[in-house]
């Protein structure tokens, strides 16, 4: 038994925030944000709009895409790191929303690569029987945790939300079938203090802020991805130019460069969207998987593998044949 994506949607608050606006706010530019990370503008959540609601929104797209009715889930996983509240999970609060009242749900923290950690955890309920439909979501709103007089942060980010929806299927050849073929986690407690945020439950009674020594996110990103991406590749013996499209974590246009170079994946392969919705973190895979299917670019039967690297540190990819 295998997981077959049936279809996936995503959604995005209104509000656009541009770096004109940003320059409005800190001390900077359109063209330092454009140098330095290339992002244009991000969508910010509006007040009382929480990341269930856009998870929500997200969700119910992708049950329309894959025509199903929620009713037939048997389980929601969501990646996130701003859920509404401490607890319950996010995902029960988007299960009520949804109207179920059946099957299983809960949240996945691994920040930005949160979603390469759900839908791994998804896939092995379904390899294992636990399960035959099921939702993965990626909703944030980092918005709300950022330091808004912090420059070095506040430009980098967005709110918005994704989600694709798994069913079991029975294949002889999952290279050559549509599944996910397969995916590789990694983690390394170590780096805490590189991407952190200052507060929490347990430790100062407060939400806090998100903190960031860019230069050694940077520096740990590219080799971190490189490496994932090149092991994923060798374990399905596959170069890079086998993959159709590469589905990227949307940090930063100098990590994608960086590791594109560094892996040999051609850049018209790579699918962007941060110039236009900035780092959502969890989010941020499938809301770029969503803008190429429904754009036409990620046909059926096509390679695609998706990579994520974020606080931790904690990094990822995952194949799956479209
Ligand atoms: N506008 C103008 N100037 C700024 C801004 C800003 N928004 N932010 C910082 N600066 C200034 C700094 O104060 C510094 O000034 P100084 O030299 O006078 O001290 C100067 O610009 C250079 O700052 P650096 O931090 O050295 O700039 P760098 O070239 O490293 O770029 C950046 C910063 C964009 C954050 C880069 O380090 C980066 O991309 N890091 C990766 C971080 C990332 O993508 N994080 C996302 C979360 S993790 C993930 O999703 C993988």
């Known amino acids: ?55 929500i929104a997200a969700a119910r797209a992708a049950l329309d895409h894959a025509g199903i009715d929620p009713q037939s889930l048997d389980f929601i996983i969501l990646a996130t790191s701003t859920p509404d509240n401490t607890f319950p ?105 590189k991407l952190y945020v200052d507060g929490g439950p347990s430790s100062t009674q407060t939400v806090g802020h998100l903190r960031m020594q860019g230069k050694e996110v940077f520096r740990f990103a590219v080799n971190a991805i490189s490496d994932v991406v090149e092991r994923t590749l060798a374990a399905h013996n596959l170069r890079p130019s086998d993959i159709d499209w590469f589905v990227p974590h949307q940090a930063n246009k100098r990590i994608l460069d960086g590791t594109a170079k560094k892996v040999g994946i051609a850049e018209e ?16 895979i499938p809301l770029a998987l969503s803008t190429a299917v429904h754009d036409g670019r990620i046909k059926r039967g096509d390679l695609v593998l998706f990579e994520a690297m974020g606080g931790g540190f904690t990094w990822g990819a995952n194949l799956v044949r479209w």
């Open 1 to 55: 038994t295998r997981s077959v994506v049936l279809g996936c949607g995503s959604y995005l608050p209104e509000r656009v925030l541009t770096n004109q606006d940003l320059a409005r706010i800190v001390d900077t530019s359109d063209e330092w944000i454009s140098d330095r990370s290339g992002i244009k503008t991000r969508h910010i959540a509006a007040d009382g709009e929480m990341t269930s609601d856009l998870g």
């Open 89 to 193: 999970s996010t995902a029960t609060t988007i299960q009520a929303g949804l109207g179920l009242t059946h099957g299983f749900a809960f949240d996945v923290q691994a920040v930005c690569s949160g979603f390469a950690y759900a839908l791994a955890t998804a896939d092995n309920f379904i390899r294992a029987g636990q399960g035959k439909r099921g939702l993965v979501i990626g909703a944030e709103t980092f918005s709300r945790i950022l330091d808004w007089e912090d420059r070095g942060t506040c430009v980098l980010f967005g709110d918005g939300a994704g989600a694709v929806v798994l069913e079991a299927t029975q294949v002889q050849d999952p290279m050559r079938e549509r599944c996910i073929i397969g995916s590789m986690l990694f983690s390394d407690g170590r780096h805490k203090d």
């Open 269 to 284: 392969k790579i699918v962007i969207t941060l110039d236009r919705h900035g780092n959502t973190s969890a989010a941020s």
